[in-house]
């Protein structure tokens, strides 16, 4: 009898656990399907902001392309017409140019201004190049102080060497122009002020060895073995003959 309802007990609580089984499972299965719902909203949203955007974008695209169709369009109209178009150009990247003046060789001419002699050399030589270097060589207490002023005042670089030894301008132009072609190279350009055989062999090995371009500014009955180590010369009193005399200084 005791056994019986022992068996009795043991199925009846094995049908609460089916039950309560069962009830968990379902529970399971709406919070699943609760956790789906709540993601349709959101899911909704994305898909209609990724519509907005994408019609946002065809739209600026269709207006970009617009304006840049009625912009050609002008342009072409402009030419159809004969009117001056502006068109963008490319930067041109010039290559460098320096000035090397032996000023006790080849002086400012007698009457003539220090700054009209530079503005000529930068005029008629400088539309191929740009300025890299500009360097007057001279011991500042024997020259002129009006020519001295007027270099200062025509930007070039103004370097003192006393004279207290022979051809130590020379030396330091010869230093100067070296470091200017290890620095520029080809094809990159000099012009030296001077009629001094001294220069020779360096405007040799510039010319010809560096591939610089080398122009020569001379005085008269200048050695001609120092002409030929140049691509360009000028007789520098032809040069600057045309000029116009000094204004004289306001007191």
Same mark, same amino acid.
């Given at each position: 009898?005791?056994?019986?309802?022992?068996? *009795?007990?043991?199925?009846?609580?094995?049908? @609460?656990?089916?039950?309560?089984?069962?009830?968990? +499972?379902?529970?399971?299965? #709406?919070?699943?399907?609760?956790?789906? #719902?709540?993601?349709?909203?959101?899911?909704?949203?994305?898909? @209609?902001?990724?519509?907005?955007?994408?019609?946002?974008?065809?739209?600026?695209?269709?207006?970009?392309?617009?304006?840049?169709?009625?912009?050609? %369009?002008?342009?072409?109209?402009?030419?159809?017409?004969?009117?001056?178009?502006?068109?963008?150009?490319?930067?041109?990247?010039? !290559?460098?140019?320096?000035? =090397?003046?032996?000023?006790?060789?080849?002086?400012? !001419?007698?009457? %003539?201004?220090?700054?009209?002699?530079?503005?000529?050399?930068?005029?008629?030589? =400088?539309?191929?190049?740009?300025?890299?270097?500009?360097?007057?060589?001279?011991?500042?207490?024997? +020259?002129?102080?009006?020519?001295?002023?007027?270099?200062? *005042?025509?930007?070039?670089?103004?370097?003192?060497? &006393?004279?207290?030894?022979?051809? &130590?301008? *020379?030396?330091?132009?010869?230093?100067?122009?070296? %470091? =200017? &072609?290890?620095?520029?190279?080809? !094809?990159?350009?000099?012009?030296?002020?001077?009629?001094?055989?001294?220069?020779?062999? @360096?405007?040799? *090995? #510039?010319?010809?060895?560096?591939?610089?371009?080398?122009?020569?500014?001379?005085?008269?009955?200048?050695?001609?073995?120092?002409?030929?180590?140049?691509?360009?010369?000028?007789? =520098?009193?032809?040069?600057?003959?045309?000029?116009?005399? %000094?204004? !004289?200084?306001?007191?």
């Amino acid at each position: 009898m005791a056994g019986k309802k022992f068996l *009795d007990y043991r199925t009846s609580c094995t049908d @609460d656990n089916d039950e309560i089984e069962g009830l968990n +499972e379902k529970l399971l299965q #709406l919070l699943s399907a609760q956790k789906v #719902l709540s993601q349709v909203p959101t899911s909704q949203s994305l898909c @209609d902001g990724r519509l907005k955007n994408n019609s946002s974008s065809k739209v600026g695209f269709k207006a970009s392309a617009s304006s840049l169709f009625s912009h050609c %369009r002008h342009e072409c109209s402009l030419l159809h017409h004969d009117s001056p178009v502006t068109i963008p150009t490319l930067p041109i990247h010039l !290559p460098p140019i320096g000035v =090397f003046w032996d000023i006790e060789n080849c002086q400012v !001419p007698k009457g %003539r201004s220090a700054i009209a002699v530079t503005q000529l050399i930068r005029d008629k030589f =400088f539309n191929v190049y740009r300025e890299a270097e500009f360097i007057v060589v001279c011991d500042v207490q024997k +020259e002129n102080n009006q020519i001295i002023q007027e270099l200062n *005042d025509a930007q070039v670089n103004l370097i003192h060497v &006393a004279a207290t030894c022979k051809n &130590a301008a *020379d030396e330091k132009l010869k230093q100067s122009i070296r %470091r =200017f &072609a290890d620095i520029h190279g080809s !094809p990159a350009a000099i012009i030296l002020i001077s009629g001094d055989i001294n220069f020779a062999a @360096d405007l040799s *090995d #510039l010319r010809h060895r560096k591939k610089i371009y080398v122009i020569l500014l001379h005085k008269k009955n200048t050695s001609e073995a120092l002409i030929l180590c140049a691509n360009e010369h000028y007789d =520098f009193m032809e040069l600057t003959e045309p000029l116009p005399s %000094r204004t !004289p200084a306001k007191v």
